[in-house]
């Protein structure tokens, strides 16, 4: 079972995603983040010390399919970090990335998440994706942060489409809407 929760930065999709999980112990979370700074490091942290130690922590942006195990439970949070880092993996130029490079940094995303998603419905796993919801707001005034959102809005529709369920988190308030 695939289950996609979507909301804005700080709505409380973590946290949802979390509480799914409070009942079973074996739970892997898929961590994305890397550490590039203090404020990172804070966020991480203060992540790991909201889950159980129980849980299993697997992190990577890449071959996530190798995040799977014995266990049934799987959380990825979160494809928005996950698609940054891969875009700027991809990438160096902060000022412009031509289209033919977009769709390639779109591909190598989706490739990576329709793998793992492929083998978690194979193996009968609950997979859990957090995900932002990047495109309320007003209309980026740069190229690359144009691209990024475009980008956030596509893989999202994607996974939108595989997912059996789907949330949106408002204010800390799940809505379920698939």
Known sequence: ????????????????????YTNYKDVVYIAT???TDSEMEERITLHRERRPAIWRTYEGNDNLNQALGKEKHYLLDCITVLLSNIM??????????????QRKIEGRVLKELKNLIEEVNKKEYVL??????????????????????DLQGRINQELGKLADEVYLVCCGVPVKIK
């Open 1 to 20: 079972m695939i289950r996609l929760i979507t909301g804005g930065a700080r709505s409380g999709k973590s946290s949802f995603a979390e509480s799914l």
């Open 33 to 35: 983040s890397i550490i």
């Open 88 to 101: 700027f993996d991809m990438t160096k130029d902060v000022e412009y990335i031509p289209y033919e490079l």
């Open 128 to 149: 859990t994706v957090v995900t932002n919801e990047v495109g309320y707001g007003i209309v980026p005034d740069n190229h690359v942060a144009r691209v990024f959102r």
